[in-house]
């Protein structure tokens, strides 16, 4: 098993512009979690999905879209990008019974 | 959403010494987790405590959960350098919560 991947790794942007960032999990979990990194703030939630074609805001949901079109996949867009979205970007998941997420390996992206 | 908040943010320490990091809220948590995170790697979950004053071990890792449910702490017995990371804990729900985290560094 993979776990959960994230594609892709780097990337850098220019202010305006818009991109995809994609999470896989092949591990047939329900509730998938989109999260930013920042210096001295820990994660910060994004949005999260309890199951497929379902998707809910977290703490930080401005300015990014979600879909979750299959149970094993859950993409996070920016239409347009903005400095302030430079960050660390984690994806997550796990089952519906307990609470250990697994996170996969994430994603830089730079907003010049 | 419940605030966490970790101390120390920063710890330096040489290697055979001992640390705690704490992790505290003003909110009660029907459990915690604490996480590991290495440089250019996602959070990996040490453990998780469910019960008030529950002590769990990991090897040389000690995690306790406050009585009250409100705190939580991680002691490391004689560290190693493959104990530098980042230390975040997390409070559950559907989601989760994380504090903004400790950075461990230990010197050989």
Request: charge should be neutral; proline fraction near 4%; glycine fraction near 10%.
């Amino acid at each position: 098993n993979a776990g959960v991947t994230q594609t892709p790794k780097f990337r850098v942007l220019k202010t305006g512009q818009s991109m995809t960032l994609l999470c896989a999990q092949d591990m047939n979990h329900e509730y998938m979690y989109w999260y930013r990194q920042d210096p001295g703030m820990g994660l910060r939630l994004i949005h999260y999905s309890v199951g497929e074609g379902t998707t809910a805001k977290g703490e930080v949901p401005d300015g990014y879209n979600v879909s979750r079109l299959k149970k094993q996949n859950f993409l996070l867009g920016l239409e347009s990008a903005a400095p302030s979205q430079t960050s660390v970007y984690f994806c997550a998941s796990r089952t519906g019974v307990g609470y250990e997420q697994y996170f996969g390996p994430g994603t830089r992206l730079t907003v010049t | 959403t419940q605030l966490l908040e970790q101390s120390p943010q920063f710890l330096s320490i040489q290697e055979g010494e001992n640390l705690t990091v704490y992790c505290n809220s003003s909110s009660v948590f029907s459990s915690l987790q604490w996480y590991r995170q290495e440089p250019g790697e996602g959070p990996v979950l040490l453990v998780t405590v469910v019960t008030g004053g529950e002590v769990k071990k990991l090897k040389r890792l000690t995690f306790q959960f406050g009585d009250a449910r409100k705190d939580s702490s991680l002691h490391i017995t004689a560290a190693q350098p493959g104990d530098t990371g980042l230390y975040l804990c997390a409070a559950n729900d559907y989601k989760l919560s994380f504090g903004a985290g400790t950075t461990v560094t230990v010197r050989a």
